[in-house]
């Protein structure tokens, strides 16, 4: 199975701030790689796939980069309703695995 | 954009089995991938399986091997997710996931469903 590790495991970050959260992959998985953020109890919401591809609807303050191994999702100017939980995910092998999950939370 | 919509909350005894429904609308269900995945309190994210319902193929992580059955029913855009051999460790959020796109990603979730085993 295909490992992702993310990193860190959490942040304390403000309002405005630049975030940078990475996600490094046990293998090459290509672009095979998407970014979700999750709010406690609800379900996750896809922000990037193909690991640089802004999904509809999602502001453009978040970036993904990276291809291989290495991943970054990055959001440029922190706002208050990006405090949450997010994770990376492969979809290049089945099984399709997570990262662990950074959570960002207000400093 | 589809919507998925899954049963409730269930409370189950150890051993006991448990079958988890997610009803499909706003676009053609045998066009896509429904992939389950699970998180237990406090816990990240984990993949469970997926079933194709054009192909009625599945697909399932080794550790819920012969456990776990996904289903599809295409005449009512439902899949349906069974859990046997229930334990106090399977107590998770279950969800439900739209796989679309190549390659894949989740872009419609379920709201979730709470299983809870307890004696």
Not at chain 1, 6 to 30: F, H, K, N, W
Request: charged share 15%; glycine share 8%; with cysteine.
């Amino acid at each position: 199975d295909i490992q992702l590790t993310q990193s860190p495991s959490s942040l304390s970050a403000s309002v405005g701030d630049r975030v940078t959260i990475t996600c490094r992959a046990s293998q090459s998985i290509s672009s095979y790689l998407n970014w979700y953020q999750q709010k406690p109890g609800r379900a996750p919401k896809l922000l990037i796939n193909a690991a640089s591809s802004l999904h509809s609807g999602v502001p453009s303050r978040f970036t993904g980069s990276g291809s291989g191994t290495d991943f970054t999702l990055t959001i440029s100017s922190l706002q208050p309703e990006d405090f949450a939980t997010y994770f990376c995910q492969q979809s290049y092998n089945i099984p399709w695995t997570f990262g662990q999950g950074t959570k960002v939370d207000i400093k | 954009q589809v919507q998925l919509v899954q049963s409730g909350a269930e409370v189950k005894k150890p051993g006991s089995s448990v079958k988890v429904s997610c009803t499909a609308s706003g676009d053609t269900f045998s066009r896509f991938t429904i992939a389950w995945v699970r998180q237990a309190p406090g816990q990240g994210l984990e993949w469970m399986g997926r079933i194709v319902p054009i192909f009625n193929s599945t697909n399932y992580a080794q550790k819920f091997q012969g456990r776990v059955t996904i289903t599809a029913d295409r005449s009512t855009s439902t899949a349906y997710m069974e859990l046997s051999s229930l334990r106090s460790e399977d107590t998770a959020l279950y969800f439900c996931a739209r796989g679309a796109g190549t390659p894949y990603y989740f872009d419609s979730w379920g709201q979730g469903a709470l299983i809870t085993v307890s004696s």
